[in-house]
C-alpha cells in the first residue's frame, strides 16, 4: 500500500519530508481530495471541505489555532504538531530582545541614524549625546517567565545561565519539563507575583481563556516602573489598549512581540518582529522533520505521537494484523470490542484504549492469520454507531 502525502503551502521544508524517502509513500502525487495526509504550516483549515480519505494531518510547527481539531476529531483525523521544534529558534529571539530593549538599542539606532555631517562632526555628536542611551545589564536583575513548556524552561536555563534570577509560573507544568528545568529556578505559585517581582516578564503559553489578555491593565498594574515585557507567544494574549497605557504611566519601558499591529506602529518603547520566532531554517526542517515522523508513524503502525486531539498511544506491533478505531468515548467500549473479538474465534494479544474529551483511541493487536475473519470484525466495526474509523494494518 501507498500513502499519498499532500504538502500544502510553500514553506515546508524539503530537506524535513526526506522521512518520505522510502518504499510505502509517494509526496505530491495527488491532488488534496485524494491525500492520505497532509503536512502544513499555517495556512487556515477553518471552513475547509475535509475528503473522507484524509487520515492524518502534520502541522509543521507548535501552534494549531489554523486547524480545527475537534472537527477532525469528530471526522477520525489524526492532527498532530511538532512541540519543541522551534523552541531553541523563540528562545534565541527572546533572549536577544532581553538585551535589545535593557541597552535601548531601538531609540538609540534611531537618534544616531538621523545625525547629519561629516564622520568627525557625527563622532563628536555621539560623544555628547550617548549618556542618554545609556542601558542596564540583565544580570542580576530579575526575569519572570509564564509557562514553562518547551520554550519557557529553554529561557529560564539560558537567562539564568546569564546571570538573572529567574521565577517560573506553570500551574501545568509537567514532569519532563520539571526535569528539563534547572534547580536555580524559583517557582511561584501566584501569576501577581511574577508581575510584582520581575524586572523582565516574558510568556510562554498557548492561547486559552485563560491566558487571552493576560497582558491587561490588572496585571500591569503590579508592574515596577520600568519593566520589560515581552510577548513571543500569542497575538491575543496582549490587550494593546493596555500596553500603551502601561508605556505612558511608566510601567513598561519597552515592550517587544512578534505580531504586528497598527496601534504599535511608530512608538519608541515599542519593538515589532513579523513573526520570527520560529522562522530559521533548523526550526523548519525540524519542524517538518517532527511533524513527518509522527504522520509515518501512525499511518504505517497506528501509533499516536504529538497529536493535538487523540491521545499518546504507543505499542509495538508484534501480531499480524493490527485493527485501530477511532470512537466516540463511552462507557463500555472495550468489553464490547473483546468480545467483538472473542465471537469470531480471534485472540486478542493487546488492546490499548485511550480516552481524550468526547473521543478515544483504541489499538487492537489480533493473534490471526485468517484475513477473511479479521476483515469480518473490521465491517462490524464500521457499522457500529459508536465507531468514526477504522483501520486494518498488517505487520
Avoid at 481530495?33 to 502544513?40: K, W
Avoid at 501569576?191 to 486559552?208: Q, V
Avoid at 491566558?211 to 510577548?231: C, H, P, Q, S
Avoid at 465491517?379 to 498488517?394: H, S
Wanted: proline residues 3%.
Amino acid at each position: 500500500m501507498v500513502y499519498n502525502i499532500k504538502t500544502i503551502g510553500n514553506n515546508i521544508d524539503a530537506e524535513g519530508l526526506k522521512v518520505f524517502d522510502r518504499p510505502g509513500f509517494a509526496v505530491d502525487q495527488v491532488e488534496e481530495p485524494d491525500a492520505d495526509a497532509f503536512i502544513c504550516r499555517a495556512q487556515k483549515f477553518h471552513g475547509y471541505a475535509f475528503s473522507d480519505k484524509l487520515l492524518a494531518m502534520g502541522r509543521a510547527g507548535a501552534g494549531f489555532n489554523n486547524i480545527p481539531i475537534e472537527e477532525c476529531a469528530s471526522r477520525g483525523i489524526v492532527v498532530f504538531n511538532a512541540p519543541g521544534g522551534n523552541a531553541n529558534a523563540v528562545k534565541e529571539l527572546v533572549i536577544a530582545n532581553l538585551i535589545f530593549g535593557s541597552r535601548n538599542l531601538k531609540p538609540a539606532n534611531k537618534w544616531l541614524t538621523s545625525l547629519k555631517g561629516t564622520d568627525v562632526e557625527i563622532d563628536s555628536a555621539v560623544e555628547k549625546g550617548k549618556k542618554n542611551y545609556s542601558g542596564k545589564e540583565i544580570a542580576g536583575k530579575t526575569l519572570g517567565i509564564i509557562g514553562l513548556g518547551n520554550i519557557g524552561t529553554k529561557v529560564a536555563n539560558d537567562a539564568e545561565r546569564l546571570g538573572m534570577s529567574v521565577l517560573g509560573y506553570d500551574p501545568y507544568l509537567s514532569i519532563e519539563h520539571a526535569w528539563d528545568l534547572s534547580s536555580h529556578v524559583q517557582r511561584v505559585n501566584e501569576i501577581s507575583e511574577i508581575f510584582e517581582k520581575s524586572d523582565y516578564i516574558t510568556i510562554h503559553t498557548p492561547l486559552t481563556d485563560e491566558t487571552r489578555g493576560m497582558y491587561g491593565a490588572e496585571n500591569f498594574a503590579k508592574l515596577k516602573d520600568g519593566a520589560i515585557v515581552l510577548n513571543f507567544a500569542r497575538d491575543e494574549i496582549t490587550d494593546k489598549d493596555a500596553v500603551l497605557a502601561a508605556i505612558e504611566l511608566g510601567k513598561i519601558a519597552y515592550f517587544a512581540t512578534d505580531f504586528g499591529s497598527e496601534k504599535f506602529y511608530h512608538n519608541e518603547h515599542i519593538f515589532l518582529s513579523p513573526h520570527l520566532g520560529g522562522s530559521t531554517a533548523e526550526a523548519s526542517l525540524n519542524c517538518t522533520r517532527m511533524a513527518s515522523e509522527s504522520v509515518a508513524l501512525y499511518l504505517t503502525t497506528g501509533q499516536i505521537i504529538n497529536s493535538v486531539n487523540f491521545p499518546r498511544v504507543v505499542q509495538e506491533m508484534t501480531t499480524p494484523f493490527r485493527v485501530t478505531l477511532i470512537n466516540k468515548n463511552v462507557p463500555g467500549v472495550v468489553a464490547r470490542i473483546s468480545a467483538a473479538v472473542a465471537d469470531r474465534g480471534i485472540n486478542l494479544s493487546n488492546i490499548v484504549n485511550r480516552g481524550q474529551e468526547d473521543f478515544a483511541y483504541t489499538l487492537i493487536d489480533l493473534d490471526e492469520t485468517d484475513e477473511a475473519k479479521v476483515d469480518e470484525l473490521v465491517a462490524y466495526f464500521k457499522d457500529n454507531e459508536n465507531v468514526v474509523r477504522v483501520r486494518k494494518l498488517t505487520k
